[in-house]
């Protein structure tokens, strides 16, 4: 789930993505979704890609997207008790201390020049925060 989650479904139903998601023909929804993940892409190719992918999926993922928005991500992370690596994008406003707000215990880690694909934007990044993290443990 996001740590930003909808408390309920009817609140995930009120906003604009949901709303394109179930309106739009699904193709033009998905791809219109999908591109707003890549604001600055630095590799267009790539982002055309992931896009095009996208819409070829099934239109059963908005069900799946829905149960994801909704999840009680605080409930969930509270059971946690296994060291936890945050990584966020460059590009989104959450902050470590919103992540330790869920999750309090939590490594913050941000990947320069990225959008919502991290592991296909910057995987070099990535996978150099994972081994840091991985080796202190």
């Known amino acids: 789930g996001a740590l930003d989650q909808y408390s309920t479904a009817r609140d995930v139903e009120r906003t604009d993505l949901w709303r394109t998601l179930t309106d739009a023909p699904y193709d033009d929804a998905i791809i219109e979704a999908y591109s707003q993940f890549f604001p600055?892409?630095?590799?267009?190719?790539?982002?055309?890609?992931?896009?095009r992918d996208a819409a070829r999926t099934p239109d059963s993922r908005i069900a799946s997207w829905r149960a994801t928005l909704t999840a009680n991500v605080?409930?969930?992370?509270?059971?946690?008790?296994?060291?936890?690596?945050?990584?966020?994008?460059?590009?989104?406003?959450?902050t470590?201390?919103?992540?330790?707000?869920?999750?309090?215990?939590?490594?913050?880690?941000?990947?320069?020049?990225?959008?919502?694909?991290?592991q296909l934007e910057a995987p070099d990044q990535l996978v150099a925060m994972i081994r840091r993290f991985v080796d202190r443990l």
Request: glycine share 4%; aromatic share 6%.
């Open 74 to 94: 605080t409930a969930l992370a509270n059971q946690l008790r296994q060291p936890v690596l945050y990584v966020n994008s460059s590009n989104n406003t959450r």
């Open 96 to 118: 470590a201390a919103d992540v330790r707000a869920v999750l309090p215990r939590a490594e913050f880690a941000q990947v320069a020049g990225s959008g919502h694909f991290i």
């Open 40 to 51: 600055d892409p630095r590799d267009t190719d790539l982002a055309t890609r992931v896009v």
